[in-house]
């Protein structure tokens, strides 16, 4: 009996080790789950040596509980619910790159997670990202014959990458089946910001709802990439191309067109562009401006969104389109031949044709000669001065015609201050005896506009310029500065920029030498006081440019101050009043042939004359 009672307690004790070595094990063994959180989890997919991360090569296989899974799948996504049973369910990411580019494409979803540009720092030394941490979404929204909505952006892809001829081809397919899917193809050639980009179904016809069409929605936040926030918002637009080569843009706000080959997303210097072989039938677009003023350190410009109606076509999709992720350069994009350089706002009209035909060539060429991008401004600025010089002597010339003939116009508004009528006769057949006129001095600043102008579009596009330094000035792009402020200045800013103050006391200077001297002789009543104005000015330059690209200050100091040179030599050197006095008392002298429309103005106006008289009477 003793020996039995002694095998007993053997055997209980061994159950009790067992039990406890049992229960230890159980709780320190992590839990297999059917659905794997993405956001938690690591990449699923090897990575090699080089640049890119492969996705497994091994043929799909099922979660535990094979058949139940799938079940519960279908029952929550129908026929698409296949999808959630294979590993690429676990979520992960495959990325392609070359040199230029890195996408990281994730399963869920199967649009693009991160798009990091290699070559690019952003303001504060960081890489250059149009998409990170959900800033963006490409989802399409399914209808299917057993009634459901779905969207792609919450399903699972499941990712094929190969390689052809050098480039990297990435297959992400929505399965419904091994044979049955909705494809994503990404396609990277090497040394290229724009990939391929094809959206296309097989043996979805019997699953997709033919009567609803699929609809393709694109959104994204662009994040802040240079120093000056609200001068990068400025410049932040969604810009299309529709009816086949039309095309608009949308600043704040909504809008909506019809036959759309292209939808960029601008960044300022950086574009986020959707391009289509087969143009998209009707679109709408919405921006949203997240950037309320210079004071808030915000991390994004604006809100992009894009709803895109696809058509199915015997039951299944078929498109074939391009991303574009990369600079917004002028050069680059023109080189594509895809009218992708209309998105660089370089003016419309003539002054968007003097950017691309004379400024853009001409600047390329000096930055490839000269040492540094501020020399190549400087010399830009000089050859068009030089070329402009003789609108400035004719406008010169102008003035000190109307200086000389200054005394002989104050007698006549004296002789005729009653007569209106016959102080406007008089003073017209001076200028016509004299040859001088005061449009003549308008139309030279007239012909300048289309280049002043064109030149304030083209410094803020002109990508070359992005942080290059010169002088004082770390980036030309951007707002130089000599003294941080410890409080905010409203419309100048938290900081003193030096370009600006020279280019205001160069606009001073030219401004009192053209109209300085005579300004507040020649004031008329009920006229604004000019000679306010014209303090007026250049403050108003030098508080709008104190935000601006350095660069453009730069230009318009150098060139004023070139300005002030040329008239001076002018004045001094070419021009003398004496001869030009003595040629208007010769002109008077002699018979002026009048034209037909001067005569005609003239008969005008003394029948007018006479009419006034026989009113009085």
């Not at 699929?214 to 918002?233: F, Q, T, V």
């Not at 843009?249 to 909504?254: F, R």
């Not at 104005?533 to 230009?555: C, D, E, Q, R």
Request: proline residues 4%.
């Amino acid at each position: 009996m003793e020996e039995k009672k002694i095998d007993v307690q053997s055997i209980i004790g061994f159950i009790l080790i067992g039990g406890i070595l049992l229960w230890m094990l159980y709780n320190n063994t992590p839990e297999e789950t059917t659905t794997v959180d993405p956001a938690t989890t690591e990449q699923v997919e090897p990575t090699t040596t080089q640049d890119t991360q492969t996705a497994t090569g091994e043929a799909p296989t099922r979660q535990s509980n094979d058949s139940t899974a799938l079940a519960d799948a279908q029952r929550r996504l129908g026929a698409f619910g296949y999808s959630e049973t294979l590993t690429s369910a676990q979520g992960g990411s495959t990325t392609i790159s070359n040199d230029l580019l890195e996408l990281k494409i994730s399963n869920k979803g199967g649009y693009i997670e991160e798009a990091r540009l290699k070559n690019f720092k952003t303001f504060d030394s960081l890489p250059v990202h149009l998409i990170k941490d959900g800033n963006a979404s490409l989802n399409m929204s399914l209808s299917t014959t057993d009634g459901r909505t779905l969207n792609t952006e919450n399903l699972f892809f499941e990712p094929e990458l190969t390689e052809s001829n050098g480039n990297q081809i990435l297959s992400m397919k929505l399965k419904v089946s091994e044979d049955e899917y909705l494809e994503y193809r990404y396609a990277m050639r090497p040394g290229e910001y724009m990939l391929d980009f094809s959206v296309r179904s097989q043996g979805l016809t019997g699953i997709l709802n033919s009567s609803e069409t699929p609809s393709l929605d694109w959104k994204l936040k662009g994040y802040r990439h240079a120093k000056s926030i609200s001068y990068e918002n400025r410049y932040t637009d969604l810009i299309y191309e529709y009816d086949g080569g039309d095309d608009d843009s949308v600043s704040d706000g909504e809008d909506e067109d019809e036959d759309i080959s292209y939808i960029a997303y601008r960044q300022h210097f950086f574009s986020s562009i959707l391009l289509t072989d087969n143009p998209f039938k009707t679109s709408s677009f919405k921006v949203e401006n997240l950037v309320e003023d210079e004071e808030i350190d915000t991390v994004y410009t604006k809100t992009f969104a894009s709803t895109i109606p696809l058509e199915l076509k015997a039951g299944e999709l078929n498109y074939s389109m391009n991303w574009y992720y990369g600079p917004s350069d002028y050069k680059i994009l023109n080189d594509y031949d895809r009218n992708l350089d209309e998105i660089i706002p370089l003016g419309w009209g003539i002054f968007g044709w003097i950017n691309k035909y004379l400024f853009i060539p001409f600047f390329a060429f000096l930055a490839g000669v000269l040492p540094s991008y501020g020399l190549a401004i400087i010399a830009m600025t000089i050859v068009v001065r030089i070329v402009l010089s003789p609108v400035t002597y004719k406008s010169y010339l102008s003035q000190a015609k109307m200086k000389i003939l200054k005394p002989e116009i104050n007698e006549l508004n004296e002789k005729y201050k009653d007569n209106a009528m016959k102080k406007q006769q008089e003073t017209m057949k001076l200028y016509s005896k004299a040859g001088a006129s005061p449009m003549s001095g308008c139309l030279p600043a007239l012909m300048q506009i289309p280049v002043f102008y064109a030149l304030f579009q083209f410094f803020p596009s002109a990508f070359q310029l992005r942080q290059k330094s010169f002088l004082w000035a770390d980036d030309l792009s951007s707002y130089d500065t000599i003294a941080q402020l410890p409080f905010t200045i409203p419309f100048y800013g938290d900081h003193v920029s030096l370009f600006p103050i020279l280019a205001s006391v160069a606009i001073f200077v030219y401004m009192m030498m053209t109209t300085g001297q005579s300004m507040q002789a020649n004031q008329q009543p009920g006229m604004p006081n000019m000679k306010f104005l014209m303090y007026l000015s250049p403050l108003v330059m030098l508080i709008f440019f104190n935000n601006y690209a350095s660069g453009l200050s730069l230009y318009y100091f150098t060139s004023n101050l070139i300005t002030i040179g040329i008239m001076l030599v002018i004045k001094y050197a070419i021009i003398d009043e004496d001869k030009i006095h003595a040629k208007i008392q010769e002109n008077k002298k002699k018979p002026k042939k009048q034209n037909k429309f001067t005569r005609k103005f003239q008969e005008m106006m003394e029948q007018a004359e006479e009419q006034q008289k026989k009113q009085k009477k």
